[in-house]
């Protein structure tokens, strides 16, 4: 896990994480407020997403991503990103691959008093998959 003082490197780390099969939670905010909305859910509360990231992490496997075209932005104890990223992962109980060109996006505020976790924690998460109009 990162300990940079930069959201960026946390956004970068948490890619890592997922690449790896690290564990996900604690890059997301300790609060019930924490929303985290992927391609096919909405998970609200801390408590909701490690549940649903903890089960995503052992269902699935050989994850790919590529980012495309992140942008990251701070001010006083908050950061913005949204990014462009090609994902792929191998659905362990089916053996299927799924692969998507998505778009992400989110809010993260600053947490350097919480040695459990990176400096930076996502408040807000969006993942959606993009389609042509």
Excluded: C
């Amino acid at each position: 896990m990162v300990s940079s003082e930069r959201a960026e490197a946390v956004v970068r780390d948490y890619y890592d994480a997922l690449r790896d099969g690290d564990p996900l939670g604690p890059y997301f905010l300790r609060d019930d407020s924490t929303v985290k909305f992927g391609i096919s859910e909405s998970l609200f509360g801390e408590g909701e997403i490690v549940t649903a990231l903890e089960e995503q992490t052992e269902a699935t496997a050989n994850w790919s991503l590529e980012s495309r075209h992140l942008v990251v932005a701070e001010w006083d104890g908050v950061s913005t990103f949204a990014d462009e990223v090609t994902m792929a992962w191998t659905d362990t109980e089916r053996g299927d691959r799924h692969r998507f060109d998505s778009r992400w996006s989110g809010t993260l505020v600053e947490q350097p008093e919480d040695p459990d976790g990176p400096n930076w924690r996502f408040a807000v998460m969006h993942v959606s998959a993009s389609t042509e109009i």
